[in-house]
């Protein structure tokens, strides 16, 4: 079946620094990217939706230039968290859609647990 | 936009005993539910599917039930085992490249051995 890797699956930075989260989707065309983040025992919260070539669109109250994401092609895309605060600390998931017979349906990447200290 | 409901938030059963979680939709343009286990600090799996054509999917222990004209579908699990214990996310979509999916606020399932 479809899979999307993601890495780093966690992360420790100093606070201040910048961390990128990369997913590939190894054997489909990614054509949307949907970012999420999740806090324990808690849903998919959605950041932001990316389309291949195209500018992401940021849900309200994400901060787009605090949350970058790039959609370069139909098998990578990437968030950078700029400028990491403690308050960034979360689990960072990516999720995947492709076309033809996979275009319902959803791939998540593994997760990125990220620590800020 | 999409709006999907999921109760309950916390449920705890025995082993060998039923869990149903339920999910509402409100888009009746929405035609493909999918729900996922998600244990901790891991990726949601997809367990079961259904799409807006059928009314029932059975794959051994689990099973999912839609009604369209209510706008509910229903993840049910027979016998359940310790292992089962995870957070149990329901979601509607539709094909459309912009569609972007809902999901449930997911459901804590406890199987006490």
């Known amino acids: 079946g479809a899979v999307v890797s993601q890495h780093p699956s966690w992360v420790i930075c100093k606070s201040g620094t910048s961390v990128k989260i990369e997913c590939r989707s190894l054997?489909?065309?990614?054509?949307?990217m949907f970012w999420y983040r999740q806090f324990p025992k808690q849903s998919l919260m959605l950041m932001a939706t990316?389309?291949?070539?195209?500018?992401?669109?940021?849900e309200q109250g994400v901060e787009k230039d605090k949350f970058l994401i790039n959609h370069a092609s139909l098998t990578l895309s990437t968030l950078t968290v700029t400028s990491a605060h403690p308050e960034d600390s979360s689990f960072y998931i990516c999720?995947?859609?492709?076309?033809?017979?996979?275009?319902?349906?959803?791939?998540f990447g593994s997760g990125t647990q990220l620590s800020v200290l | 936009g999409e709006n999907v409901e999921q109760h309950p938030s916390t449920l705890s059963v025995q082993e060998g005993d039923s869990a149903v979680i339920k999910c509402t939709y409100s888009?009746?343009?929405?035609?493909?539910f999918p729900w996922y286990k998600q244990e901790l600090g891991k990726r949601p799996q997809l367990i079961i599917d259904?799409?807006?054509?059928?009314g029932e999917k059975k794959d051994q222990r689990i099973a999912v039930t839609l009604n369209k004209t209510a706008k509910h579908f229903s993840l049910h699990i027979t016998e359940t085992q310790p292992e089962d214990s995870a957070v149990y996310f329901c979601?509607?979509?539709?094909?459309?490249?912009?569609?972007?999916?809902?999901f449930g606020r997911g459901t804590s399932l406890i199987v006490h051995p």
């Open positions: 999720s995947a859609r492709g076309t033809g017979f996979v275009e319902e349906k959803l791939f």
């Open positions: 054997d489909f065309q990614a054509t949307t």
């Open positions: 990316s389309n291949e070539g195209s500018k992401a669109t940021y």
């Open positions: 888009d009746s343009a929405s035609n493909y």
């Open positions: 259904i799409r807006s054509n059928v």
């Open positions: 979601a509607a979509l539709r094909r459309g490249g912009s569609y972007i999916p809902t």
